[in-house]
């Protein structure tokens, strides 16, 4: 017999014996009672529970270990404080790798931005592009550090904004921040940023 014609022969033999034991598999499975469904038919017919038996309710406890939000003038800002000094410690640590041993040689994002008093900044450093200083707990407190985020205490939180303000020429080397005195920070870009009210044109923004 010619090798093709052979080829042939033995792949519709291996068809003809796969369908005979899907069948066969189909066959038995009748017999166990079991109901076959065909995939486009088991969305349909299957009864949902009323319950899937994981997950737990959503108490107040638990919504507040996620409501950790901070606005604009402070509010949701938590109990706490540090002081420059101890947010060097804390850089040193858990950013300097990311944004080099002044806050300005990366790899990433720069934290410290051009002196005070520069018309058009350069970059979008915190300290001299934020508008408000309290922005940076919100973000900190949820994004960084980047590998473990939402680890570092209130405290470690404010030291480390106080030395990245520090580094930026808007805080004395003495400084210590709680959330009175970080929201009482005139940030040097505060006045560039107006309020985005826009209700379909750019005619109708402030």
């Known amino acids: 017999m010619p090798k093709g014609v052979a080829a042939a022969a033995t792949f519709a033999t291996a068809l003809a014996l796969a369908t005979a034991l899907g069948v066969a598999a189909c066959a038995e499975a009748d017999r166990s009672g079991e109901t076959l469904l065909t995939a486009r038919e088991l969305p349909e017919r299957r009864e949902l529970p009323e319950r899937f038996g994981f997950g737990s309710e959503a108490s107040a406890d638990r919504i507040a270990m996620w ?54 900044p350069q970059s979008r450093a915190a300290g001299h592009y934020w508008p408000y200083a309290t922005t940076l707990f919100d973000y900190i407190g949820r994004a960084m550090p980047q590998l ?23 805080l004395e080397e003495d400084a210590v921040l709680d959330a009175e005195a970080l929201a009482a920070i005139e940030m040097p870009a505060r006045d560039r940023f107006v309020p985005d009210d826009r209700r379909g044109g750019p005619e109708i923004r402030q």
């Open 67 to 120: 409501d950790i939000d901070v606005g604009p003038e402070g509010v949701g800002l938590p109990p706490g404080s540090g002081s420059v000094a101890e947010g060097r410690t804390v850089y040193d640590l858990q950013c300097l790798a990311c944004h080099g041993p002044t806050g300005t040689e990366g790899p990433n994002d720069p934290l410290v931005g051009p002196p005070p008093g520069d018309d058009w």
């Open 148 to 170: 473990t985020p939402g680890t570092l205490s209130s405290d470690e939180t404010y030291a480390v904004i106080a030395y990245i303000l520090h580094l930026n020429g808007l």
